[in-house]
Structure formats: C-alpha cells, structure tokens
C-alpha cells in the first residue's frame, strides 16, 4: 500500500504531507497500512498516558459525577472537532486529530490546581509545566518499545504538540524547556516559527472545545443557570434564538442544543477566517504557512472579542466558584503532602520509581529526585492520588 500523500488525496498545497514527513529521531520502516501520521495517532491512543486521562480532572474531580468531562472525554472532542475543520480545510486530518489527542498527556491530577501546586514544588528544580510535561511524556516517560524510551513520533506530530500555539522562542530562558532544546538537536523543531496549519486546527479545536463544554457542564452542576447565560456574550443570542425555536423545550434538550449551535457558530467562523488569511496569503506549502508571521488558522476579530467575554463570565462564575474552590484547596494540599513527603523519604516511592529517584539524585543532587517525585505524582489519576494519600497519611488504611 503505497503512503498516502497530498498530490492523490486533493488536500490543499500548504497541506502537511505524510509521504514527505521529516521523520522520526530513531529510523524506522514505514508501515503498510498507515501514514506516518496515522501511526502516531494510533500510538497515543495505546499509550498509558492516554489511558489514564480518564481519570484526571477538566474542571470538576472524577468522584464528583459520571457526566462532566474529563481529560480524556475533553481530548477525544477535541480530536473530533480538529478533523472536522481540518477536512473542510483539505489539510491532513490524521496530524491535526494526532496533535488534538496528544496535547493534554502532560496534565497532572487535578487540573490547573494539580499544576499550580506542582509548579510551587518545582521552582527551585526546574518548574513545572504541563506541555513541558506533555513532551517529556511522548519522548522519554513512556516505555513501551525495545529500541527507545518514548513513542517515537514523527518530527510533525512533535512539532504541532510543543509549539501549537505558536512561536515559543520567549520561553527558551524557562530550565523545562531545555528538555525540547536537547531532543532538538539534530531534529531542529523551528522554535521561532508558526507550526503547520493542522497543529493551528488542534489549538483552536481546544479552544472551542472546553468554552463550550465547560458552558454544559457549569450549568449541569448548577453553577449558573439558563437565565444567567441569557445576556452572556456569544452563547446568550444563541440560546435567546433556540428558545425561539423551540419554546416548549426542556431544559436539558434547551442546554445541549444552543451548545451544539455554539459549537457550529465557532467552527464556521474558523473556516471561514481561515480561507479568508488563505487567499491573502496564498501560501502554497506547510513552509509558507510557518513563514507567515501570523496564524493561517484563526478566530474572526468579531468572534475573538465575544469569546474573551464569555471566558471572562466563566472565570467568574465556575473556575472561581466557592464549590471549585474548596476542590482546588483540597487537591493542592494532597499534591503538597505528597510530594514533601516522597522527596523526604523515597524509600516509600513504588520500586522502580525508588531506583529511580536515588539514580537522578546521584547524577544531579536534589533537583533530579524532586523530578523523578514530579514525574510520578504528574502521571496519577485524581483517584490514585486520592488512594495514595490516604494510604500514606491515614493509619486506618492498610494496603
């Protein structure tokens, strides 16, 4: 089966091609049956860090209902909407449903909480940051081939995960970042440039993904209410016209249709500003698309604009909420026990994770254990982390 490739697949010319992928750091045989791209999706998909999305927070702990999102029910929309644009778009689905899949691997239990406690824990050993995390995840944590540490993805679906918001140049002062500097060498990653236009669908996909599922899930918790959204930028004329529509709707149906309008509202402003910079611009490679100075793939200024403001009610009105509050409290204090406690006594780490943390203290003195402690409190779920503190901090549970 010969590699799929944008010349026989009419995708647009400043499309990625699998065919002409810049490769992977270790050689290895193209398959038969997948692109180069397909192969990385399919091997995220298998790693144990995507596995274990399902139980790390979005917004609301795991324990605390069966129908809010989390890491991974947020990842897979995410994917979904990203081949959605990027087939509209007629750039390679495959990266930009790759890169959408792969961008929260790095999240720690908890959220943003889990990360802003890891991050104080951290600011003497390097710090810590989630798509730092997410890299050092994909190329070096993961062990699951005999040949290398990591998944070995390709140089594009690498590219799109460290930079899919664009230039990171400002951040290469940061000591994380030096882990994407040192795989660079040789595999130069174009810090200082835009990365292809499907890396650009995942970021966006992101965006539009969470505003919108956190709307349903901040209104299934009871957060804030129908009538509350009604004035609200973006989503309020939506729901105002749904109401219009269907003035007999119940509640649940009212909330997740004017959801799924909203969903359709932000898309097609996607394409359509899109296709707008595209015949600006006229790029005609993925070359181009890094070359422009800007992103091809973009919010209109109108819609940038109501989504500020409906992100600002959010931050109001659910991540600053007192019930989200009293969860962020709670789960910054276990991460902080957790790790003061295994970075003074490893000797309670699990084996292999022991061995470990002394071998990196060894080579690089107590930033290399506390990375190691890191590392290993970064990959639990909020129920393992949950179980590990009470097993470690409560004489009543005996494991």
Avoid at 14 to 32: C, F, I, T, V
Avoid at 55 to 63: C, G, L, P
Avoid at 175 to 193: E, H, K, M, N, S
Wanted: hydrophobic share 40%; aromatic share 8%; proline share 4%.
């Amino acid at each position: 089966m010969a590699p799929r490739s944008a010349e026989n697949n009419g995708l647009a010319p400043y499309a990625e091609d699998p065919a002409r992928s810049r490769g992977r750091k270790h050689p290895e045989a193209a398959s038969l049956t997948r692109t180069a791209f397909a192969r990385d999706r399919d091997r995220i998909i298998h790693c144990s860090a995507f596995r274990r999305l399902k139980e790390k927070t979005q917004v609301f702990v795991a324990h605390e209902g069966d129908h809010f999102r989390t890491r991974l029910t947020h990842s897979l929309e995410v994917a979904q909407i990203a081949r959605t644009i990027a087939h509209a778009l007629r750039l390679d689905d495959d990266l930009a449903e790759t890169v959408a899949l792969a961008h929260d691997l790095g999240h720690p239990p908890f959220a943003h909480s889990g990360e802003e406690e890891l991050s104080a824990r951290m600011a003497d050993f390097g710090g810590f940051d989630h798509n730092i995390q997410t890299f050092r995840t994909i190329t070096t944590l993961e062990r699951r081939y005999p040949h290398f540490d990591g998944l070995n993805l390709s140089w594009e679906t690498l590219e799109g995960i460290v930079k899919h918001n664009g230039p990171v140049t400002e951040r290469l002062g940061e000591p994380g970042w030096q882990a994407i500097v040192r795989y660079g060498a040789g595999f130069d990653f174009r810090l200082d440039t835009w990365p292809s236009a499907e890396a650009q669908v995942a970021a966006l996909a992101d965006d539009i993904a969470y505003n919108n599922h956190d709307v349903d899930d901040g209104l299934q918790a009871g957060l804030f209410s129908l009538d509350d959204i009604s004035e609200v930028a973006l989503i309020g004329p939506i729901l105002i016209a749904t109401r219009a529509d269907y003035p007999d709707l119940d509640h649940r149906l009212l909330r997740l249709e004017a959801v799924r309008r909203m969903i359709g509202g932000m898309v097609g402003d996607v394409l359509a500003e899109t296709r707008r910079r595209a015949n600006a611009h006229r790029p005609e490679s993925a070359e181009d698309v890094r070359a422009m100075g800007r992103p091809l793939v973009a919010f209109s200024d109108a819609m940038g604009v109501e989504l500020a403001k409906l992100r600002a009610f959010l931050h109001a009105r659910m991540y600053r909420h007192f019930r989200v509050n009293r969860t962020r409290s709670q789960a910054r204090r276990i991460l902080a026990e957790l790790f003061t406690l295994f970075l003074a006594e490893t000797d309670v780490l699990p084996e292999g994770w022991r061995e470990r943390a002394d071998a990196k203290f060894a080579m690089d003195g107590e930033a290399g254990r506390a990375r190691v402690v890191c590392d290993y409190i970064a990959g639990m779920t909020d129920r393992f982390a949950i179980e590990e503190h009470r097993k470690l901090f409560n004489l009543d549970i005996w494991n």
